[in-house]
Nanobody
């Protein structure tokens, strides 16, 4: 079994910073893309940022210049540094990853359970 466990969410004021972490554990042979999605109340889940094993990243327009995604391949961990937070960043943030569990197998999509980020004064 594979698990993705997020941490680092919480409450912060507008203009503040938070750092999210997500660790993948279990029966893992290799990890392809890792990323973060978010879902605000009454809205659809949306991509925030993603990163390839080689470090190529992709961001939603709404977070460009404020959020930075990174990963530590040796630790099977992906991070999201969130700066200059805005109230509209309030959402549950989900870790997402494509993981292969056996040699020659296909990559499957896995999700974490989410961590709540609240930006409010």
């Amino acid at each position: 079994q594979v698990q993705l466990v997020e941490s680092g969410g919480g409450l912060d004021q507008p203009g503040g910073s938070l750092r999210l972490s997500c660790v993948a554990s279990g029966r893992i042979f290799s990890i392809n893309s890792m990323g973060w999605y978010r879902q605000a109340p009454s809205k659809e889940r949306e991509l925030v940022a993603s990163i390839t094993p080689g470090g190529t990243s992709n961001y939603a327009e709404s977070v460009k210049g404020r959020f930075t995604i990174s990963r530590d391949n040796a630790k099977n961990t992906v991070y999201l540094q969130m700066n200059s937070l805005k109230p509209e960043d309030t959402a549950v943030y989900y870790c997402n990853s494509y993981i292969r569990t056996i040699i020659g197998g296909s990559y499957r999509n896995y999700w974490g359970k989410g961590t709540l980020v609240t930006v409010s004064s």
